[in-house]
């Protein structure tokens, strides 16, 4: 048996890892169109590579995808965080769980990822086909012919890893095979706010704020972090995957609201505040010991109050504003940024087209999907990669819907 596979990403190495386990004497060739592999491993996590995350329970794991956590529980059954974790280490790479539940390997580099992926290929025989764009798939009575700028190349099966495409357009040579796609739009990415003084608390992070998209039930808690363009973190990171679609359609214009007290109401907000009114300290110099000094002063400078004040002179109006602005502080954001260099796409293959349990086209038997290519996207924290192992190990197995 022959197999391709189109794309040398996380998806592709990893399903003809499993082709090979599962079919030891198949041959399998893996085609990228550039000169080099594994691009997205290299720069995940800054670097470090997010393996996974450590959401042991499936019911858990699963509601950290804002597309596609139905469908994943089929191929979560066949191979999930517990099988990853057990996978590097029989290859000797040991894993780490930090405080937010984040994998890494211990060597935080990922370069051991890559290094692990290319001589596991090179140990299973598998070849790989660098600068071979694969131009389209023609359905024939082996199988399938890939046209590539070698020439066409027949195959029994074909796994498409080919990652998210920002374009539509980029999909059209499998949407003329008779597959649905869903419009792609970015997933992860950061909130531009450029006309406001924020921006110069870049750098700054608050450990545990609120963010809500106004006008929608769309919020998320977490740190967030303060920017030279406006807010990140993931809290900001994960609204916008949960919010990707609307967001989209709102041409990145929309109004949000932070909680800089993470989930405390306005009366805790209150209370808290209130227990500073006998001070005579200024207010400049006494705060609430979860908000950061330099956002104190901005909030401070946002609300008129001045902060030679004493807590004890403040005014009822100003007390109010400034329990207001703790926990309903009002940004209008214009424009979104790339998250580092990691980019994630929702859309790609309808999900109404796949099937889950084989990860085998509805539309052309013998022909698989896995990874970014699917409209399946996950928030960040390793979440992704999960999906591109768990979905690519499914896909490997090559198994038959018919």
Same mark, same amino acid.
């Given at each position: 048996?022959?197999?391709?596979?189109?794309?040398?990403?996380?998806?592709?190495?990893?399903?003809?890892?499993?082709?090979?386990?599962?079919?030891?004497?198949?041959?399998?060739?893996?085609?990228?169109?550039?000169?080099? /592999?594994?691009?997205?491993?290299?720069?995940?996590?800054?670097?470090?590579?997010?393996?996974?995350?450590?959401?042991?329970?499936?019911? %858990?794991?699963?509601?950290?995808?804002?597309?596609?956590?139905? %469908?994943?529980?089929?191929?979560?059954?066949?191979?999930? /965080?517990?099988?990853?974790?057990? *996978?590097?280490?029989?290859?000797?790479?040991?894993?780490?769980?930090?405080?937010?539940?984040?994998?890494?390997?211990?060597?935080?580099?990922?370069?051991? &990822?890559?290094?692990?992926?290319?001589?596991?290929?090179?140990?299973?025989?598998?070849?790989?086909?660098?600068?071979?764009?694969?131009?389209?798939?023609?359905?024939?009575?082996?199988?399938?012919?890939?046209?590539?700028?070698?020439?066409?190349?027949?195959?029994?099966?074909?796994?498409?890893?080919?990652?998210?495409?920002?374009?539509?357009?980029?999909?059209?040579?499998?949407?003329?095979?008779?597959?649905?796609?869903?419009?792609?739009?970015?997933?992860?990415?950061?909130?531009? &706010?450029?006309?406001?003084?924020?921006?110069?608390?870049?750098?700054?992070?608050?450990?545990?704020?609120?963010?809500?998209?106004?006008?929608?039930?769309?919020?998320?808690?977490?740190?967030?972090?303060?920017?030279? *363009?406006?807010?990140?973190?993931?809290?900001?990171?994960?609204?916008?995957?949960?919010?990707?679609?609307?967001?989209?359609? %709102?041409?990145?214009?929309?109004?949000?609201?932070?909680?800089?007290?993470?989930?405390?109401?306005?009366?805790?907000?209150?209370?808290?505040?209130?227990?500073?009114?006998?001070?005579?300290?200024?207010?400049?110099?006494?705060?609430?010991?979860?908000?950061?000094?330099?956002? *104190?002063?901005?909030?401070?400078?946002?609300?008129?109050?001045?902060?030679?004040?004493?807590?004890?002179?403040?005014?009822?109006?100003?007390?109010?504003?400034?329990?207001? /602005?703790?926990?309903?502080?009002?940004?209008?954001?214009?424009?979104?940024?790339?998250?580092?260099?990691?980019?994630?796409?929702?859309?790609?293959?309808?999900?109404?087209?796949?099937?889950?349990?084989?990860?085998?086209?509805?539309?052309?038997?013998?022909?698989?999907?896995?990874?970014?290519?699917?409209?399946?996207?996950?928030?960040?924290?390793?979440?992704?990669? %999960?999906?591109? *192992?768990?979905?690519?190990?499914?896909?490997?197995?090559?198994?038959?819907?018919?």
């Amino acid at each position: 048996m022959r197999v391709g596979i189109i794309g040398g990403g996380a998806a592709g190495f990893f399903a003809a890892f499993s082709c090979k386990k599962h079919h030891p004497d198949a041959e399998v060739i893996i085609f990228e169109k550039t000169s080099k /592999v594994l691009q997205k491993v290299k720069v995940s996590g800054g670097g470090r590579c997010n393996v996974t995350h450590h959401a042991l329970n499936i019911s %858990q794991l699963t509601k950290n995808y804002p597309r596609g956590a139905n %469908q994943l529980k089929k191929c979560f059954g066949h191979f999930n /965080v517990k099988n990853t974790i057990t *996978w590097f280490e029989e290859r000797n790479v040991e894993l780490k769980v930090e405080e937010d539940n984040r994998m890494f390997p211990t060597t935080d580099s990922s370069q051991t &990822i890559i290094n692990c992926f290319m001589g596991e290929a090179s140990k299973l025989g598998t070849q790989i086909k660098y600068k071979t764009p694969v131009s389209s798939i023609v359905p024939s009575d082996e199988g399938f012919k890939l046209e590539t700028p070698d020439g066409a190349m027949s195959f029994n099966k074909v796994i498409v890893a080919s990652g998210g495409s920002p374009m539509k357009e980029g999909l059209r040579w499998l949407a003329d095979l008779g597959h649905k796609i869903e419009d792609p739009v970015p997933s992860l990415f950061t909130f531009n &706010i450029p006309s406001d003084p924020i921006k110069g608390l870049m750098g700054l992070s608050v450990s545990e704020a609120s963010v809500k998209i106004i006008g929608t039930k769309l919020q998320y808690s977490g740190p967030v972090l303060i920017t030279h *363009w406006g807010l990140s973190g993931p809290a900001v990171l994960k609204l916008s995957a949960w919010g990707a679609r609307y967001l989209y359609d %709102q041409g990145y214009n929309f109004a949000i609201q932070v909680n800089w007290m993470g989930e405390q109401s306005e009366e805790d907000a209150r209370s808290l505040l209130q227990t500073l009114r006998s001070s005579k300290k200024q207010v400049g110099n006494q705060r609430i010991e979860s908000i950061p000094a330099r956002l *104190w002063g901005y909030l401070l400078q946002k609300i008129g109050l001045l902060e030679n004040i004493r807590w004890i002179d403040i005014d009822k109006k100003s007390f109010n504003r400034l329990v207001n /602005v703790l926990v309903n502080d009002q940004f209008e954001v214009k424009g979104k940024t790339t998250f580092k260099e990691e980019f994630v796409t929702c859309g790609g293959i309808s999900l109404e087209d796949v099937d889950f349990k084989t990860m085998q086209s509805r539309k052309v038997p013998g022909l698989y999907f896995t990874g970014e290519i699917l409209d399946v996207d996950g928030i960040t924290g390793g979440f992704n990669f %999960q999906a591109a *192992w768990s979905t690519a190990f499914v896909a490997g197995m090559l198994m038959s819907n018919k």
